[in-house]
């Protein structure tokens, strides 16, 4: 088959959460075309190389706000914005699929990337979108608008479990969609378990959008000779290959897959964002976390709470962190829990999109 598979790319999570899902297509002798932007697009490239074709299609920008005022504020212009990018992404697909054959398109977490005429499929954990003063009445109107959206696809596929899941209400109790048409595969990772030999006390993975992920960094370093003990860092460029080291931190500007896997299942304890792809492959690993949002990225900051109660984790505002309190706290959560591997979900999603 000839398949169009499209990521968004906020961050990094959603296309390391679709390579395993890529790769087996690759190995079943599918051709790909794969569609994203920025650094996605990059890590992408890196990762499958010539194995599939690329095409650069940005996607419409994330709502970060500052707090609720500045929320309902920057909504206001956005969702014109989003749908001005929406019809530029849907018309270059267009224009794409006038010159090369297609039978599916899968798309995770980009509204603008369907047919009418050639099966598409969504894939996403998000079927509310959250507000920062969680208005029952916005987050009901989320529900109706992704509805409205889904109707251009011929499934909607959940990367989480369909009960006691990693996302909570992003995509379970909801009041619009009914659960029962959605497809819960379990979660999504590239990564999985192995049993090494757990000798790096603190791994740091650092990721997401400008500025918040250089802010990040300089917060950590200014607080890193806090920390005893071996600390690896990563710094989510993946535009750039290099690494530094010195007498207490190995730092990478990125990671090959195979050797971030590694790393994490050697890890002790990971330092991160809490967005839910990472989230995701803390539970594969098993791994124990600080989690640290992205500030006023709504989502990240809800699953930060909702795995805080549930001792999960230990989170932490930016603002707010002190590496030598909060790693501490974390050692005694009880982490993240995987019900099935990867390799059975990318099976089950398979069969749902019948390749």
Known sequence: ?????????????????????????????????????????????????????????????????????????????????????MESGLQRLIKLLKTQPCDRIISDGRYDMYSRSIPSYFISHQMRIMNPMRFELFERGSETFNLFFFKRFKEIIIPDYRTDGLSGDLSHNLKKID??????????????????????????????????????????LSQIDDLSGTIVMTLGKPETVEKITNDHVQTYTSLPTEQREQLLNKSKLVISRSGYSTISDLAIIGTKALMIPTP?????????????????????????????????????????????????TVDHMLQIIGT
Not at 31 to 42: E, M, Q, Y
Not at 189 to 206: H, T, V
Request: with cysteine.
């Open 1 to 85: 088959m000839n398949i169009i598979y499209a990521i968004c790319s906020w961050g990094l999570g959603h296309a390391t959460r679709s390579l395993p899902v890529i790769r087996r297509l690759i190995k079943e002798d599918h051709t790909l075309t794969i569609i994203s932007h920025d650094r996605a697009l990059t890590l992408l490239q890196n990762e499958l190389k010539d194995a599939a074709s690329f095409v650069d299609i940005p996607d419409y920008p994330l709502l970060v706000s500052e707090n609720k005022q500045q929320f309902i504020a920057k909504s206001m212009v956005y969702w014109p914005l989003f749908i001005q990018r």
């Open 179 to 220: 659960e029962k048409n959605l497809h819960y595969v379990g979660v999504l990772s590239d990564f999985k378990k192995r049993n090494l030999k757990k000798d790096i006390d603190f791994f740091i993975s650092l990721s997401g959008p400008e500025p918040q992920r250089s802010l990040l960094e300089q917060r950590i």
């Open 296 to 344: 006023g990225q709504i989502e990240q900051e809800y699953l930060a709470e909702y795995h805080k109660e549930k001792n999960s984790c230990h989170t932490i505002t930016q603002d707010a962190l002190q590496l030598s309190r909060d790693v501490e706290i974390a050692k005694g959560s009880k982490g993240f829990i995987a019900k099935r591997t990867v390799d059975e």
